[in-house]
């Protein structure tokens, strides 16, 4: 092969490996699709915003939530039951009220937790349906 034609190879691999590798990270990364995404985008996003950082002093940030990881075997009582009083988290203090929810059924709960989990968790631990209804069995 002559150098000018593997000039020419290099180059459209170039232009088109890089978008198609772009592209592909980018699915990869958004779990944006799916039941979980869904409820997530219902219930939650408004407060905790569509890309879970929430709203400066007002709504702690998902990512790095204690509740996706030390306290995770809590966060299906606080979705069902909301919280409220203060809140110390390693982004700033936070004193407002998050609303209960109580018409998300265990399946819901699942999925959403799942979601969760898998977007801003460090964990990829599922919390299967029979999971969610024995932590509902221990809500305040
Ligand atoms: C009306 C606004 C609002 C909605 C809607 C809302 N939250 Fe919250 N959320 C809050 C507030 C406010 C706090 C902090 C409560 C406090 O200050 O005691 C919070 C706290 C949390 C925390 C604990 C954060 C931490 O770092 O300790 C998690 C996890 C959470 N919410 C998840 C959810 C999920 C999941 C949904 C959807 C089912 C949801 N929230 C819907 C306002 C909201």
């Known amino acids: 092969m ?4 593997k000039y020419l190879l290099g180059g459209l691999l170039l232009l088109f490996g890089i978008p ?4 592909f990270f980018q699915m990869h990364n958004r779990p ?3 039941p979980g995404s869904k409820l997530y985008r219902q219930h939650c996003s408004a407060c905790h915003g569509q890309d879970g950082k929430g709203l400066r002093a ?3 940030p998902l990512s790095d939530s204690p509740y996706l990881i030390e306290k995770q075997a809590l966060l299906v009582c606080l979705i069902r039951v909301g919280i409220r009083g203060s809140l110390v988290t390693a982004d700033g203090s936070y004193n407002q009220r998050m609303p209960a929810f109580p018409d998300l ?4 709960l699942s999925q959403l937790v799942l979601y969760l989990q898998t977007r801003w968790g460090k964990t990829n631990q599922i919390s299967s349906v029979k999971n969610v209804e024995q932590q509902l069995l221990l809500c305040p």
């Open 105 to 108: 059924t265990p399946g819901d």
């Open 32 to 34: 944006d699709t799916g």
């Open 2 to 5: 002559s150098p000018d034609r």
């Open 20 to 23: 198609l590798l772009v592209i």
């Open 58 to 60: 007002l709504y702690p």
